[in-house]
């Protein structure tokens, strides 16, 4: 039994859950095929238990599931002995940390739209540490720098021989608010512009003088899964991180990047914006 499953792992057992559900089968009734208990079947579908390859496909071929993809993608989840570096931070960072770094390794690409903030992943480590120590109530110098370590280390994805493609939509006043002091927020804005130029990487401006956009609502990460059913949205909320995964709200939140990103400017010209407030500063 796991004391708590990652967010990954919560993940399989939603869609183990969902495939029975569609089926109409009780846990009762799905237990009585595997010959297990009614319990067994409750702590795999809470993410307390985990579940062999075998097992999962005898659960599919039950549920009459015929969808290959699918089995093969919910199988590697099963599998997937990985501990990666965020396992370093489990019962010193609050566990959505981990779960976020998690969800951007597995993630076969990432989008994202802020309207506030830098981007994480594109964040220098003066402007994280900022944000950071503008926390209420105030953070200890010790668990700041934790965080600001973690989030430096999530870059890893963008880097290497295979980095994670990333297109990130940011708004105006998201680049024109200075977190930190002067000098750090030209820094801030120039290493934008430098990252932007990865052929992986893609940064796209929302400028002020846009006219009929009411799209400020329309935060969020949208991390790619090996299928469009097991992609993941993280919002950020008053009491942390919410991660979505129904097909209805993943659908919605697709809608909502493609029409954000239709909007912005093209990456070129973004990138002379980036660098034309840069020199303001």
């Given at each position: 039994?796991?004391?708590?499953?990652?967010?990954?792992?919560?993940?399989?057992?939603?869609?183990?859950?969902?495939?029975?559900?569609?089926?109409?089968l009780?846990?009762?009734?799905?237990?009585?095929?595997?010959?297990v208990?009614?319990?067994?079947?409750?702590?795999?579908?809470?993410?307390?238990?985990?579940?062999?390859?075998?097992?999962?496909?005898?659960?599919?071929?039950?549920?009459?599931?015929?969808?290959e993809?699918?089995?093969?993608a919910l199988?590697?989840?099963?599998?997937d002995?990985?501990r990666?570096?965020?396992?370093?931070?489990?019962?010193?960072?609050?566990?959505?940390?981990?779960?976020?770094?998690?969800?951007?390794?597995?993630?076969?690409?990432?989008?994202?739209?802020?309207?506030?903030y830098?981007?994480?992943?594109?964040?220098?480590?003066?402007?994280?540490?900022?944000?950071?120590?503008?926390?209420?109530?105030?953070?200890?110098?010790?668990?700041?720098?934790?965080?600001?370590q973690?989030?430096?280390?999530?870059?890893v994805?963008?880097?290497?021989?295979t980095?994670?493609?990333?297109?990130?939509?940011?708004?105006?006043a998201?680049?024109?608010i200075?977190?930190?002091?002067?000098?750090?927020?030209r820094?801030?804005?120039v290493?934008?512009?430098?990252?932007?130029?990865a052929?992986?990487?893609?940064?796209?401006?929302?400028p002020?003088?846009?006219?009929?956009?009411?799209?400020?609502?329309s935060?969020?990460?949208?991390?790619?899964g090996?299928?469009?059913?097991?992609?993941?949205?993280?919002?950020?909320?008053?009491?942390?991180a919410?991660?979505?995964?129904?097909?209805a709200?993943?659908?919605?939140?697709?809608?909502?990047?493609?029409?954000?990103?239709a909007?912005?400017?093209?990456?070129?010209r973004?990138?002379?914006f980036?660098?034309?407030?840069?020199?303001?500063?």
């Open positions: 039994m796991r004391r708590e499953p990652t967010a990954r792992q919560a993940r399989l057992a939603t869609e183990l859950r969902r495939l029975r559900e569609a089926t109409g009780s846990a009762r009734e799905a237990a009585a095929l595997l010959s208990s009614p319990a067994q079947i409750t702590h795999i579908e809470s993410g307390l238990a985990g579940v062999s390859e075998k097992r999962l496909r005898l659960l599919a071929a039950n549920y009459s599931c015929t969808d993809e699918l089995i093969e199988s590697a989840m099963a599998t002995r990985t990666g570096w965020w396992e370093e931070y489990r019962e010193l960072l609050p566990t959505p940390f981990l779960d976020l770094a998690e969800l951007e390794h597995h993630a076969t690409s990432l989008r994202e739209v802020q309207f506030l830098i981007p994480g992943l594109l964040q220098t480590e003066e402007y994280a540490r900022a944000v950071y120590d503008y926390r209420v109530p105030e953070l200890p110098t010790a668990a700041l720098e934790l965080r600001v973690h989030r430096m280390q999530r870059k994805i963008l880097a290497g021989p980095p994670t493609p990333y297109k990130a939509v940011i708004h105006e998201a680049l024109r200075m977190v930190n002091d002067r000098s750090a927020s820094v801030q804005l290493r934008l512009a430098e990252v932007s130029e052929d992986h990487l893609t940064v796209r401006v929302i002020f003088d846009l006219e009929g956009f009411a799209g400020a609502t935060a969020m990460t949208y991390a790619e090996a299928l469009p059913k097991l992609d993941t949205v993280v919002r950020d909320g008053p009491h942390g919410a991660f979505i995964d129904s097909e709200q993943l659908a919605a939140f697709r809608t909502l990047f493609h029409r954000v990103e909007v912005s400017l093209p990456p070129d973004s990138r002379d980036i660098h034309r407030l840069a020199k303001e500063l």
